[in-house]
């Protein structure tokens, strides 16, 4: 009997990695930082807006406590991500809307709301300044409809222009992709 075979350390390999992944802290943002590294996790970029909806009205605190209201927006691609310190999906794809922001920052025509789902701006901005992020936290302070967030989270809403919500994706995705790149630049080009 050989206990060095091949298929028996291949096994004891995926099997350390799935028990780092359930155990050691961090693990699983790790790991799915490294699917979104294979070209895995991308957002699901639409070809066409046709399945657009209008965005409802939803009141949202920036960091300095200075409200925000979506319909004060209109006339901008508004990107919105639904987040929380301790969600390691947030976590992993947080680098990539970060070098997202980075890229767009100084253009007026786009505006980033970074939603703290747990409402802690202390321990957001805390967070923020730990990983060397630039994001803008803010705060939403109205109830949103499910169709557009229920709780799970991350999740990213794309608004056009025109006020209409045209990109919805939950869960971790790598958002500094050449795809939403292209994405942001149509929809930054498009006539009101």
Known sequence: MRRFSFSNIIYTLLLAGLLAILFIPGGKV????QLMK????QPSVPK?????????????????????????LKGKVVFINFWATWCPPCRAEMPSVDRLYRQWKNNPGIVFLIVDADSE???????????G???PVALLTANVPQNVYNGTLPTTLIIDK?????FRETGAADYSS???EEYIQQLLAEKQ
Not at 121 to 131: E, I
Not at 162 to 166: N, S
Request: glycine share 6%; aromatic share 10%.
């Open 48 to 72: 066409t807006n046709e399945d657009a909806w209008p965005a409802p009205e939803m009141l949202f605190r920036d960091a300095a406590g200075a409200p925000v209201a979506l319909s004060s």
């Open 121 to 131: 701006p202390d321990k957001a901005a805390a967070f923020m300044r730990d990983h």
């Open 162 to 166: 025109a006020g209409r919500i045209v």
């Open 133 to 135: 992020y630039q994001l």
């Open 178 to 180: 050449h795809r939403m």
């Open 30 to 33: 790790w790991f799915m930082q």
């Open 38 to 41: 294979v070209g895995l996790l």
